[in-house]
């Protein structure tokens, strides 16, 4: 059973930071995709930060130059470093996995952790 556990979430103040992590089980981590997405009150859930497999990074526009997507590995966790952050960051954050696997994706969602920018 593959599951995403995300943490890290909470309450910070424009400008402050917060670090995100998910740990993912049942899947052989190293060789997936792993990405951050995140979804404000009322919009549609949007890209924030992915990662490949080989390690190449991939950053939504909003938050480039701000934010930080590493893996390990070794402990099967995906992180995203938060820096500057601004009210506009606030939402729910989702940690998600991905492989193609000959004709098939395959595509797992954790249940999100909550942020909120507020002063």
């Known amino acids: 059973q593959v599951q995403l556990v995300e943490s890290g979430g909470g309450l910070v103040q424009p400008g402050g930071s917060l670090r995100l992590s998910c740990a993912a089980s049942?899947?052989?981590?190293?060789?997936?995709?792993m990405g951050w997405y995140r979804q404000a009150p009322g919009k549609e859930r949007e890209l924030a930060a992915t990662i490949t497999s080989d390690g190449t990074r991939n950053y939504a526009g909003s938050v480039k130059g701000r934010f930080t997507i590493s893996r390990d590995n070794a402990m099967n966790t995906v992180y995203l470093q938060m820096n500057s952050l601004k009210p506009e960051d606030a939402g729910d954050y989702y940690c998600n996995a991905q492989i193609s696997l000959g004709i098939r994706l395959y595509n797992y969602w954790g249940q999100g952790t909550q942020v909120t920018v507020s002063s």
């Open positions: 049942g899947i052989n981590f190293s060789n997936y995709a």
